[in-house]
């Protein structure tokens, strides 16, 4: 079975706090990505990654960034957390780019 | 307009009923369709694929109209157990044509199936 596991399921954050959310998975899969999802707005594609050290925005890049310094690891960087970006964060992978993409547990993030 | 379009719901049915979804997307080059259902405070899964003639998994069947650019989810006899959110997703490229597909993920369309 695929497993994609996220370091944290509930997170608290201060404004302006630099917050890191970690995306393990270990499969192998050369495609990672983060979503947030809000109510009323769905799933929206912060960034992905189609390989180490590549990655490309989605529909929502602005005050994000990203890490993929190794093959099974994602990381999403708030650099400077903002009450707007209390959301639910997704993290998923697949294998090849029309592929399934399996998600993580989520994490919850609530910047105060 | 958005990419996926789908009615938020919330669709209440007795066990047993039938029950159809539709997803309309505005993207004629997409190519590769699916189903995805999210439990409540829960990851989305892979529900099933949208091939071109139709397909059925036991009591779903995805159906896909590209002229009308619409995809549909019928599920029969339904269970107490299929209460969900009911993801329509397809797929669009990205901007790097090495990155290849991402996947665009509708609202949803929230499922409460009743006693």
């Known amino acids: ?112 | 307009r958005k990419e996926v379009e789908q009615d938020p719901g919330p669709f209440n049915v007795p066990e047993g009923a039938t029950v159809a979804f539709n997803c309309t997307y505005s993207n004629s080059a997409s190519q590769s369709f699916f189903w995805y259902r999210q439990d409540c405070r829960k990851e989305p899964k892979l529900l099933m694929s949208v091939y071109s003639s139709g397909n059925e998994d036991g009591r779903f069947t995805a159906q896909l109209n590209r002229a009308s650019q619409y995809i549909s989810l019928l599920i029969r006899d339904s269970k107490l157990s299929d209460s969900a959110t009911y993801l329509c997703v397809v797929n669009r490229r990205g901007m790097n044509n090495n990155a290849g597909n991402m996947l665009t993920f509708g609202g949803g369309t929230r499922l409460m199936v009743k006693p």
Not at chain 1, 16 to 21: A, I, M, S
Not at chain 1, 33 to 40: E, I, K, M, T, V
């Open chain 1, 1 to 112: 079975d695929v497993k994609v596991t996220q370091s944290s399921r509930y997170l608290v954050k201060r404004t302006g706090e630099k917050v890191f959310l970690e995306c393990v998975q270990d499969m192998d899969h050369e495609n990672m990505f983060w979503y947030r999802q809000d109510p009323g707005l769905g799933l929206r594609l912060i960034y992905f990654s189609y390989d180490v050290k590549m990655k490309e925005k989605g529909d929502i890049p602005e005050g994000y960034s990203v890490s993929r310094e190794k093959k099974e690891r994602f990381s999403l960087i708030l650099e400077s957390a903002s009450t707007n970006q209390t959301s639910m964060y997704l993290c998923a992978s697949s294998l090849s780019q029309v592929g399934t993409q399996y998600f993580g547990p989520g994490t919850r993030l609530l910047v105060l």
